[in-house]
């Protein structure tokens, strides 16, 4: 009688089993429906938000250095970075140089642009392993810092892309950590909202990683002063749209960063 009654409830329990199977199957087919479907891209963000006409490739380099050494770090790169700048030899110019003022402390960020891209950003580095200055520089520049990174940019098309200006102003960095898979809906967005911060010339460049942090954003923006800055940016919301963007651009963000910037003597963004 037990040996019966525990096959009965055997038999009882796969037939649950079984329907509960089918009915999560059938969820999971029903649901399926309704599922997002993928946009399939023929081409990879990286080509669809670049600029066509040209093929720039941008390095940004952030040292963190020792704070005792800051001043003389700063009077060893106005000796060695505008040489290299100078050089028709090296097919690089240096964009900008600063020191950061407000964020990150004891700070030097560096932009380079390389016309032909990867080719001539491979031409320079076998040309910087030859260069005694470059390789002193290198050296004594490492006694300096505390920690070095770099990223490897594309510009947005949209963007105006970054020409030599006199000063004095300050540079604002602010740089947004996408969430993946959001590169092109952040471009179809400030495509139309750059026209809303052009009126007093603060935009400087539009950037977007390659190599390095991925899904990283850099926009780059000049002011004559941080009450420039505080007017600019409440000027804006006096556009129609730019809340719009503002609405549908913040959650894409996943982390958001602004450094306030000081251009070194050397560097071409004054």
Request: with cysteine; hydrophobic share 35%.
């Amino acid at each position: 009688r037990h040996k019966c009654a525990s096959s009965t409830r055997s038999w009882f329990c796969f037939r649950g089993l079984s329907a509960s199977n089918n009915r999560n199957r059938e969820d999971s087919w029903f649901k399926s429906l309704f599922v997002r479907k993928v946009d399939p891209r023929k081409d990879a963000h990286s080509h669809l938000l670049a600029k066509k006409e040209d093929n720039n490739l941008y390095k940004i380099q952030f040292h963190n250095v020792k704070p005792e050494c800051l001043e003389a770090y700063n009077t060893l790169c106005a000796e060695v970075l505008p040489s290299i700048h100078r050089d028709s030899g090296y097919p690089c110019e240096l964009v900008g140089t600063w020191n950061t003022w407000y964020g990150e402390q004891d700070q030097a960020v560096h932009l380079w642009r390389y016309r032909g891209g990867y080719p001539a950003l491979t031409e320079v580095m076998n040309k910087l392993k030859s260069n005694k200055d470059f390789l002193e520089y290198r050296k004594e520049r490492g006694k300096m810092l505390l920690s070095r990174r770099n990223q490897l940019l594309l510009e947005f098309s949209f963007w105006n892309e970054p020409v030599p200006r006199d000063g004095p102003n300050i540079y604002e960095l602010r740089s947004y950590q996408l969430r993946p898979g959001t590169m092109i809906e952040w471009g179809n967005y400030w495509a139309r909202a750059i026209s809303y911060r052009q009126h007093n010339r603060e935009a400087v460049g539009g950037f977007f990683s390659q190599i390095g942090d991925l899904y990283m954003v850099h926009h780059l923006w000049a002011y004559k002063d941080l009450q420039s800055r505080e007017d600019t940016r409440n000027a804006a919301w006096q556009h129609e749209g730019w809340d719009e963007v503002v609405y549908y651009t913040v959650p894409l963000i996943q982390h958001m960063e602004s450094r306030i910037m000081i251009p070194l003597k050397a560097s071409p963004l004054q």
